[in-house]
């Protein structure tokens, strides 16, 4: 069914105050794209005691909508800064859920027991980097280079072996996940997609394309050019 998010002191939200709060990536960027579903709280009953405000959802392509209850009884929430995300225990929302209408291919990374899928980053202007080659002159395809480059910033343009601070590694890691899927910073932590070492290191390497690499360190003829080198 997805996530549900509270955003305190809104009567109604759209795109422009999801990209205030830091929520741009749970919706899509194109212009014909669903907004948020939403229905304005009060006090008392709002998620963890917050003032009056608005709880959303974003509908998922094809599924159904979200279920825009506050059952502190039956969910699990989060607090992300300026607002709080949660989602129904038994409706804990994976991959298919929370997949944005068109995938780029990438590498099938395992945290808990489903597979994310993480695309390679490419330098935006290349030849067969992911815009390019995804489309290209779309509102989507736009938003996919300004993101790329910027992560590609924040992943290759550091000292070899340097460590970013924790919570930058971990909105790293989550704006990785979010290429694919409608995920925020809070939302990776609150379903376990960052609190592990294990998963923030699958997805770094499926960004760095380690997997294809280590694939071509393994043949037999790549190998042997190698050794021919050295």
Same mark, same amino acid.
């Given at each position: 069914?997805?996530?549900?998010?509270?955003?305190?002191?809104?009567?109604?939200?759209?795109? *422009?105050?999801?990209?205030? %709060?830091?929520?741009?990536?749970?919706?899509?960027?194109?212009?014909?794209?669903? $907004?948020?579903?939403?229905?304005?709280?009060?006090?008392?009953?709002?998620?963890?005691?917050?003032?009056?405000?608005?709880?959303?959802?974003?509908? #998922?392509?094809?599924?159904?909508?979200?279920?825009?209850?506050?059952?502190?009884?039956?969910?699990?929430?989060?607090?992300? $800064? *300026?607002?709080?995300?949660? +989602? +129904?225990?038994?409706?804990?929302?994976?991959?298919?859920?929370?997949?944005?209408?068109?995938?780029?291919? #990438?590498?099938?990374?395992?945290? #808990?027991?489903?597979?994310?899928?993480?695309?390679?980053?490419?330098? *935006?202007?290349?030849?067969?980097?992911?815009?390019? *080659? +995804?489309?290209?002159?779309?509102?989507?395809?736009?938003?996919?280079?300004?993101?790329?480059?910027?992560?590609? $910033?924040?992943?290759?343009? !550091?000292? +070899?072996?340097?460590?970013?601070?924790?919570?930058?590694? &971990?909105?790293?890691?989550?704006?990785?996940?979010?290429?694919?899927?409608?995920?925020?910073?809070?939302?990776?932590?609150?379903? #376990?997609?960052?609190? &592990?070492?294990?998963? %923030?290191?699958?997805?770094?390497?499926?960004?760095?394309?380690?997997? !294809?690499?280590?694939?071509?360190?393994?043949?037999?003829?790549?190998?042997?050019?190698?050794?021919?080198?050295?």
């Amino acid at each position: 069914m997805g996530l549900i998010y509270y955003i305190p002191g809104r009567a109604a939200v759209d795109k *422009a105050i999801l990209a205030a %709060c830091g929520l741009e990536a749970i919706i899509e960027p194109d212009a014909d794209s669903p $907004g948020p579903s939403w229905r304005p709280m009060e006090p008392p009953g709002t998620p963890l005691d917050w003032p009056a405000g608005c709880l959303l959802g974003v509908r #998922g392509s094809g599924g159904p909508a979200p279920r825009l209850l506050y059952r502190p009884e039956e969910q699990t929430w989060s607090e992300g $800064g *300026a607002y709080a995300v949660g +989602f +129904f225990n038994d409706d804990r929302p994976g991959p298919s859920e929370l997949a944005r209408p068109r995938q780029i291919e #990438g590498h099938a990374v395992r945290i #808990g027991d489903d597979d994310w899928i993480v695309p390679p980053l490419r330098v *935006a202007s290349c030849p067969g980097g992911i815009p390019n *080659a +995804f489309l290209e002159g779309t509102p989507l395809a736009d938003w996919l280079v300004r993101r790329i480059d910027a992560l590609w $910033g924040r992943v290759y343009d !550091r000292p +070899f072996g340097a460590r970013l601070p924790v919570e930058e590694d &971990t909105n790293t890691m989550a704006a990785l996940l979010a290429i694919n899927y409608r995920l925020d910073p809070a939302a990776c932590e609150l379903l #376990g997609l960052t609190t &592990t070492a294990a998963g %923030c290191l699958g997805v770094l390497d499926a960004a760095l394309d380690l997997p !294809r690499v280590r694939a071509m360190l393994a043949d037999p003829t790549a190998a042997a050019i190698l050794a021919r080198l050295n």
